[in-house]
């Protein structure tokens, strides 16, 4: 069986998506985009079970977009420019990628700290950059790991799904450690 063209596949990815297929495994009856075991890209056909009909192994490849690095990109400019401090900037360099931004804690101690933001499996996290204080507290008395990253919520590795959430919620983090570094205590409990 010959390998289908790209004009083949692009067809039966688009039906296959306007049918609101995205995850695996698929339920929707009619030819479908597989890769056997060999690394060939093959057509089979999706019986109305969701079964395969295919002579060798294959693996059925999901609908989702290649570009949603690209397109997750393009919300971040997005919410950084409108949303995040003028002084953020973006770093992409040997696998490093993220935004860093400073902040004042304002009144009453008017402290300067600089985050590193970045997005790893889903969630968007912080590192503490600057003062450099990584590794010197208690986790649990302040909220920041002995690698810099800031324990911002109690699931996910201390990361949020949204940049918003993560944004804002490092800048309340820093007004806590400034009183934490000064008083002894976080005062925020949620």
């Known amino acids: 069986m010959p390998e289908p063209s790209l004009e083949q596949i692009r067809k039966i990815v688009e039906e296959r998506k306007k049918k609101g297929e995205t995850v ?7 030819p479908d985009v597989a890769v056997d075991n060999e690394g060939k890209v093959v057509v089979v056909e999706v019986a109305t079970t ?3 009909v295919a ?4 693996s059925q490849v999901p609908k989702d977009t290649f570009a949603s690095d690209m397109a997750r990109y393009t919300k971040e400019q997005s919410f950084v420019k409108s949303k995040m401090p003028s002084n953020t900037y ?4 040997r696998g490093v990628e ?5 902040v004042k804690t304002g009144s009453p101690y008017f402290d300067a700290y600089t985050f590193f933001m970045y997005f790893d499996s889903g969630y968007y996290y912080v590192k503490l950059i600057e003062p450099d204080e990584a590794g010197k507290h208690e986790v649990t008395r302040c909220h920041l790991f002995p690698d810099g990253k800031l324990c911002l919520s109690m699931s996910n590795g201390g990361g949020y799904s949204e940049m918003g959430q993560t944004y804002s919620k490092s800048v309340i983090w820093a007004k806590g450690f ?3 570094l000064r008083e002894g205590s976080f005062p925020f409990v949620w």
Do not use: K, Q, T
Not at 24 to 30: A, F, Q
Not at 98 to 102: D, H, L, Q, T
């Open 24 to 30: 695996m495994p698929s339920l929707i009856p009619g």
């Open 178 to 180: 400034s009183e934490y």
């Open 98 to 102: 993220g935004w860093v931004y400073s």
């Open 90 to 93: 973006r770093i992409d360099d």
């Open 50 to 52: 969701g079964a395969v």
């Open 55 to 58: 002579s060798r192994p294959v």
